[in-house]
């Protein structure tokens, strides 16, 4: 099985396994070397003993006894028959590899005495001692490695168990959020990291959750303000324009019945003319309503001088503007985004504001193009939640790839500006 099909369990176990045989076999070559070293050592002071003995056996073989030689280190002494050949320690697996790697073959052979007294025997360095210590070094490493390897899985094996659980109930939670289920929620127990997620999770669906209200109360009252402006577009033709076309009708009527008066006939047209002068306005004022034709035929700063003007003279608020020279060229969506956004912040100020004046500045900033409104008005502390007016601001400003800042406070009035990224030529 490949590594990348594994759980993650067993991935994380794998590299520590890896790891601790890693560290194990470094720690057992250090020891090999250290041992090599000692085992060096110990073999040449059991070399000049074995020369000691057969130098002392050839001149006096009565003072060589088996029981003072039985019992020396790192030195054997064995006695022969008279036929006896020399035996030859055999030595397989592990403890043939350490004498091998401990011993080469320089300490591999013995001397053979044959004494004045007929005896025969053979003297040889024996390392079997120094090849257990090793062995059992090595036995205590591996089982040292092991015992630690085995507690380390555990405490992983319990760390990513307890892990998995949080895991699988952000999953479980995330399941229900993309199922529409914007109530559920973690819960905030446990270690600090998984207390601390609970609680991102937790404000996150909570704020998709006043999201999806916000956007709901958004929509029904988009759906008001567009059956009010239908409304109003309906009473304006039937009402205004409507009544302006009956008029003219009738006054062509009576036009035909006095068609021999002069006199009626001339204060009829006069009345026409009125009547039709009168529906022209009414169709401008309803056409500008529904799209300002300024932008098609003004530049952006001579369309908002006359949207400053009419607003000026409508609600009779001192209303100034400051255009900056070289504005950044806008295509057309962005011209009538940035439009509407200065007429919405205009008719909010208007409604809201309680100013007697207003400063509207249009400039180009480093980054782009910058719109400033403000007003000397009452002010209040920034709605935590945007009404219809303000989101549309927002959205508008998005649109074109900018944010809209308010600020306010009591008594100080209203500041709103907007930044518009762009390529300033």
Known sequence: MRLIDLSALWRINLWVTLFFLLVMLACAGVLLHQAVADVERELQSAE??????????ERDPARLQPRLTQSLRHVRVHWLGADEAVPMPQEHGLDAWLGRHLLGERHQGSRLLELGDGRRVAIAVD??????????SLQQLAGLCGLALLLSLLTIRWA????????????????????????????ETGLPEARQLARHFNHMTASLEQARADNAQLTQALLAVQERERTQLAQALHDDLGQYLAGIRAQLCLLRMVADQPAAVAQTTRTLELECQR???????LVHDLYPL??????????????????????????????????????????????????????????????????????RSARGLRLLVRDNGCGAPRPLRHGVGLHSMAERARSLGGELRILSRPGAGWALAVNIPMEVQ
């Open 48 to 57: 000049a003993v074995v020369a000691y003995l057969g130098d002392t056996a």
């Open 127 to 136: 390392a079997r001692d120094e090849i257990d210590e090793v062995r059992d």
């Open 160 to 187: 990513v168990r307890r892990g998995m659980g949080l895991l699988d109930e952000l999953l479980q939670a995330l399941r229900q959020v993309s199922g529409g289920q914007l109530t559920a929620r973690l819960r």
């Open 279 to 285: 529906l022209q306005q009414g169709f401008r004022a």
């Open 294 to 363: 300024a932008l098609q035929h003004m530049p952006l700063a001579e369309a908002f001088a006359l949207l400053v003007s009419q607003w000026q003279a409508s609600q009779g608020i001192d209303c100034r503007l400051r255009v900056g020279a070289r504005l950044p060229a806008l295509p057309g969506p962005s011209r009538t985004h940035l439009y509407r956004l200065l007429q919405e912040a205009l008719t909010n100020v208007a409604r809201h504001a309680a100013a007697s004046q207003v400063r509207v500045r249009l400039q």
